[in-house]
């Protein structure tokens, strides 16, 4: 590179393309790494995050592996939306995210540049070797770690040069002396970048080549940490009142500490400075200690006040949120499992009552959605899925122990019975999710139902949520009367459904319609609220007659199996 004095004679290009191979290598580093430590980090997170100073920890373990903060936030709030986290929890995670993050800039620290080239060969000799996909997860983890230095080295060179242009210098001047210039630079350009990661990483190369100042750097990194909210409040659009409050908090946090770092941020320099000094760290490591102690300190502030900031965060954000925390908790005893397997089975049905008590909402949100086209309930229908969808998987974990002792045969013939019940439970959640999809298509490409239409589909809904409510008493309560009460109505829905089905054709006929989104979307919908309440009628069915066709035992034992092996 010849001597550079002026913007265009930088080379650009080695920025880009820095750029690029660094976001690129921290992505599949990241992936990779999620893929490497299983699938299981959601459940992880919802076991592990009932201690604040645990969520926290775990916070960090999650930032670290998927190598962004702005992601383990999104997972946060999308916990929160499902109803399995409560925001006091989503907080502690997010402190912990933000010390997570600085993971990028301490291996950036270690200034791996003319070993990054060594490290890419390896992580390809290893993909390209890879028998097992553990292995290959491993090697695309190691070229992504390469890939990063790499790109981190390319940007350096030509960055580097910017010392040299004669309006740099006064910028770097004004950033010293006026830090919150600096830190409205760094929060612009990662919310542009969208990665905090890749600023810091721009920050470290500026300030090992003294293009920067330490005031500038720590300004920018300050910087940094506000613009890294951005995603997060994206992924809070639309979201239930719990998730815009963990969003909102995510942004206070960041901004609060950034703003109280920033007032003093000369002894905090000099502090660094020192610590740097004493200890012999590089100029790559001295950022990146600021960046780990500057969210430290942060989150040590913060821990203590997680209460006082959920009753703030509710006094800000006033209402009754959609979802209650609550809802989606259930009560399974491990230990009771082989010392009482008839009281484990009972608990089993309390957790299955609960799961009864989120589809029969998720049925009454996909009518309002019908009805009134809000949005709100489109979101909380698939919310209240996510939830059933979870705790299907933990009741059907629990019967399955169960079902390894030595059960007598009532005792085995209530355990098909609740497996069997579980499942119509968990089909209907996902009926439930098709129709509120078919609505949407039909409320977004602008057209409606007719009146006609509205009228019968709300007196089949009517007639399933009668059936449901039915339908769980019967099992609650083994209620042999009201079991002959809905095989009539299971007759009536199917009659009503036949006929309505006749009555679109012949409307679709006489009245020589055009085949609309309504129009062809219209039987789809009758089938899926008959199929409802051919799983309510189940549940009714399955309490007295628990014993199964050969087909259908098969796929149970199969599903069980599955889910086992996970």
Known sequence: MGDVSSWSQIDWHYIAGGLGLFLFGVKIMGDNLTKFAGTKIRDYIEKYTSNP???VIVGIAMTGIIQSSSAATVIAISLVRSGLM??????????GANIGTTVTSILIGFQLD?????????????VLMASKKKTTYLGEIIIGFGLLFIGLNMMGGALKELQNIPGFKDLVVKMSSQPFLAAFAGAILTAII?????IVGIVQSLYSTDSITLMAALGLVFGANIGTTVTAALAAVGGSLAARRTSLFHFLFNVTVSVFFLIIIGPYSRVIHYVTTTFHLNSMMTIAFAHFTFNFV???????????????????????????????????DEAMVSAFPAGALTQAKSAMLKVADIVLEGMECSKHYLTTKDKKYFHEVNQLEDMINTLDTKIEGYLLKISKQSLTEELADEYSSNLQVQKNFERIGDLVQNLVEYYEMIYDSGEEFSEEAMTELLAVYELLLHMFSNGVDVFNGGSHHLYEMMKEDENNLNY???????????????????????????????????RIGDHAFNIARLTFDPIKSHGEKSLIAEELQSKAGA
């Open 194 to 198: 969208q990665s905090s990661s890749a």
């Open 114 to 126: 003319y070993l990054a080239y060594f490290i890419l060969m390896v992580g390809v000799f290893l």
């Open 53 to 55: 100073i645990m969520a």
């Open 86 to 95: 409560g925001l006091s929890q989503a907080i502690a995670i997010i402190l």
């Open 496 to 530: 009503m459904e036949y006929q309505l089905r006749a009555s679109h054709f012949r409307r679709m006929t006489s009245q020589h319609e055009e085949a609309t989104v309504v129009t062809s979307l219209y039987v789809d919908i009758l089938g899926t609220l008959e």
């Open 298 to 332: 942060g989150m040590l502030i913060f821990l203590p006040l997680i209460p006082k900031c959920v009753v703030a965060l509710q006094k800000i954000m006033p209402g009754k949120d959609e979802l209650s925390v609550e809802i989606g908790k259930i009560q399974l």
